[in-house]
């Protein structure tokens, strides 16, 4: 298949289920949902882990939508590390955690092996 567009990777497509699946967190936990600061912070970074795939796809070069590939590993890392406060206070469990933090190294891997194919490739 070829990738046309940034809806077309894989890494995309999986972090807009990460998205989906810590928006779904906090909405399912009062308390989490009015923890605002960190509702934003887990949120924004969410939300730049599949915006940089988008943004980098339209660069010049493959060396630039690296660069803005490894912001978003960065941010999913952040996500990861986030997600260890919400299970401290109790707005997430075990089994979501779990899933979440699943769901954000599915994402990572993806777009590492991305990273490492632009790297590979001169353009």
Do not use: P
Not at 28 to 48: H, I, M
Not at 72 to 101: C, H, M, P, W
């Amino acid at each position: 298949m070829k990738i046309e567009k940034f809806e077309d990777l894989e890494c995309w497509k999986e972090a807009r289920i990460l998205v989906n699946m810590v928006y779904g967190a906090i909405h399912s936990n009062g308390r989490f949902e009015r923890d605002y600061g960190l509702r934003g912070q887990v949120t924004d970074a969410a939300v730049s882990s599949m915006s940089n795939i988008a943004e980098g796809f339209s660069r010049h070069s493959n060396k630039e939508f690296a660069q803005f590939l490894f912001i978003s590993k960065g941010s999913v890392s952040e996500v990861q590390s986030i997600l260890y406060v919400a299970l401290d206070q109790t707005y997430i469990n075990r089994d979501s955690f779990n899933g979440i933090y699943s769901q954000a190294e599915k994402v990572s891997k993806l777009t590492s092996g991305l990273i490492s194919y632009l790297l590979k490739r001169k353009k």
